[in-house]
C-alpha cells in the first residue's frame, strides 16, 4: 500500500528552468512533509521540509506549495542548475505517533546545459 | 559533523551465505533505520529500531533480522541471502520524538549482489 505517490519517475530540465515534482498523500493524519536529495553514490539528505499550517516554504532556488485539502505538495526548483542533477523523494510522518518516515518513489532530475 | 557510516560500500555474496551489514552513528541519536533502495519502488523500510534491543518491523522485513546491543550500533542480517535481495541498503538515524523524526541522516549505502 503507497501512501505517498510521487511522479513524475525522472524529468529532464534546461538550465534555467523550472523542476516541478509532485507528491499526493492519503493519511490525513500526516503532519511533516520533507523532501530528501540524493546525489549519486551518496545517502539521501534532507534538503527541505514544511508542516500543514503553512501553504509555502521557500528556502533559497527551492520551494515546497503545500495544498491540504487536495492532499498534495509539490517542490518547486527555481533556476535549475546542473549541480541540481540528483534523485528528489518526498515523505510524510505523523509525528505524533511512529518516527518511521513514508517515502515516495523518487524522481531522477537531470538538468543539461 | 554528524556521520552515519555502513561497513562495505559494495558486497558479493552467493545465494544461502549469511550476510552482515553494519552501521554505525556517533550522533547518539535514538532511532536507526534499514532500508533498501530499488529503481521505480523508492525507499522501502526494512526494520527500525528505537532503543537498544528494541526493533519493529517495516514494510519488507521478510527474509531480514536486525540486532542492536549498542545505541550506535544496527546490524541487518540476511540470514540466508537470494538473489531478490540484491540491492542498495541504507541506514539511517535520527532522534527520538516528533522533534527528531522527520530529519534522518543517511549512511552512503551497501550495494550488495547475492550470485
Known amino acids: 500500500q503507497q501512501q505517498v505517490k510521487q511522479s513524475p519517475q525522472s524529468l529532464i530540465v534546461q538550465k534555467g528552468g523550472i523542476s516541478i515534482i509532485n507528491c499526493a498523500y492519503e493519511?490525513?493524519?500526516?503532519?511533516?512533509f520533507p523532501w530528501y536529495q540524493q546525489f549519486p553514490g551518496k545517502g539521501p539528505a534532507l534538503l527541505i521540509a514544511?508542516?500543514?499550517?503553512?501553504s509555502e516554504k521557500k528556502e533559497g532556488r527551492f520551494t515546497i506549495s503545500f495544498n491540504k485539502s487536495a492532499k498534495q505538495f509539490s517542490l518547486h526548483i527555481m533556476d535549475s542548475q546542473p549541480g541540481d542533477s540528483a534523485t528528489y523523494f518526498c515523505a510524510a510522518l505523523n509525528t505524533g505517533t511512529a518516527s518511521k518516515l513514508t517515502f515516495g518513489t523518487g524522481t531522477r532530475l537531470q538538468v543539461t546545459l | 559533523d554528524v556521520k552515519v557510516t555502513q561497513s562495505s560500500r559494495y558486497l558479493v555474496k552467493r545465494t544461502g551465505e549469511k550476510v552482515f551489514l553494519e552501521c554505525v552513528q556517533d550522533m547518539d541519536h535514538e532511532n536507526m533505520f534499514w532500508y533498501r533502495q530499488d529503481p521505480g519502488l523508492g525507499l522501502r523500510l526494512i526494520y527500525f529500531?528505537?532503543?537498544?534491543?528494541?526493533?519493529e518491523k517495516g514494510d519488507i522485513p521478510e527474509g531480514y533480522s536486525v540486532s542492536r546491543e549498542k545505541k550506535e550500533r544496527f546490524s541487518l542480517i540476511l540470514e540466508s541471502a537470494s538473489t531478490n535481495q540484491t540491492s542498495m541498503y541504507l541506514c539511517?538515524?535520527?532522534?527520538?520524538?516528533?522533534?527528531?523524526?522527520?530529519?534522518?541522516?543517511f549512511g552512503p549505502g551497501t550495494r550488495l549482489t547475492v550470485l
Open positions: 493519511n490525513t493524519a500526516f503532519d511533516y
Open positions: 539511517a538515524s535520527s532522534l527520538y520524538g516528533p522533534g527528531g523524526a522527520g530529519e534522518q541522516f
Open positions: 529500531s528505537y532503543d537498544v534491543k528494541m526493533k
Open positions: 514544511i508542516r500543514p499550517d503553512v
